[in-house]
């Protein structure tokens, strides 16, 4: 089976896999660990309760600007059968909110202001550039018109530079098999040091409050890509590896058939890939921790 290990639009690399499953008087140096400036999901969007959901926090002290996309016709040229044809996207704050609504990334009014590398490939693919203060955000990524197909919805970080960071993110949306699978990608960059990453795939979970939802998967898999192919890690079930570092972080997940990697990565591009044991589709979530 074939993917993209990076399908936000960048460099594509495929994928081919057999089934988805300092001392006493020296001196210490600081070196800054690499911030996350590229977060992108791709997953099949569902109506109800398989859209797909984004959340990610912006940490610190200082307003950023961010880009967030979502792309659906445009993955026919990597490959996808299935892609959602004419997505929406709106963005919530914290409260559930709704701060911006964007259907085809044209008509925004700031749309002359979207630096021509980041714009969507295709008109009706939508987008909303932002500039947020810290805290926490949602992006729900929908079909229009209640359609389904393959999507993806992506956040960019435009203001490097500001000390502010994208800290962590979430992707709630429906897992199938094959090109259905949900897909997590991010962009470490911006320091030349590691830092430790959580990655965590959750299902059972989402069957309880808050989230009630009907239809979830019950038995996630998990495995960790980087950007030339190679993969870095996999899990079915967390306690099976590394139980007392992932409870160490207190972001164990709640449910013991839930998969999840705890690593330490370099500056680069990685991807998340979740699917179902044997084959099984139901709503999952994915999120990438790395300030715990």
Request: proline residues 6%; hydrophobic residues 40%.
């Amino acid at each position: 089976m074939e993917f993209l290990s990076d399908v936000g639009g960048l460099e594509s690399v495929p994928i081919t896999v057999a089934s988805v499953p300092g001392g006493a008087g020296g001196i210490a140096i600081a070196i800054e660990p690499p911030g996350t400036t590229n977060l992108s999901t791709r997953v099949s969007v569902q109506a109800g309760d398989g859209v797909a959901i984004a959340g990610f926090i912006i940490s610190g002290s200082s307003p950023k600007q961010v880009l967030i996309k979502g792309l659906g016709a445009s993955l026919s040229n990597f490959g996808i059968s299935n892609p959602l044809q004419d997505p929406t996207l709106e963005l919530h704050d914290s409260t559930g909110k709704v701060i911006a609504t964007n259907d085809d990334w044209q008509t925004a009014t700031n749309a002359g202001q979207i630096p021509v590398d980041f714009r969507p490939a295709d008109m009706r693919e939508p987008a909303i550039l932002a500039t947020l203060q810290p805290g926490t955000f949602t992006a729900v990524l929908r079909g229009k018109n209640g359609g389904t197909g393959v999507g993806l919805i992506e956040m960019d970080d435009l203001s490097t530079g500001v000390p502010s960071k994208l800290t962590n993110v979430s992707t709630r949306g429906f897992v199938g098999t094959e090109e259905n699978v949900m897909i997590g990608g991010f962009i470490l960059s911006g320091g030349s040091g590691e830092r430790q990453v959580l990655i965590r795939a959750l299902g059972p979970t989402l069957a309880q409050a808050p989230f009630n939802i009907t239809g979830n998967l019950t038995d996630p898999t998990l495995m960790l890509v980087d950007g030339n192919g190679t993969v870095l890690a996999s899990n079915d079930d967390w306690k099976s590896l590394q139980q007392s570092e992932i409870q160490a972080t207190g972001l164990a997940p709640p449910n013991d058939r839930e998969a999840a990697i705890l690593t330490t990565l370099p500056t680069g591009n990685f991807t998340a890939i979740v699917s179902g044991k044997n084959g099984e589709n139901g709503i999952a979530l994915v999120d990438v921790f790395h300030s715990f």
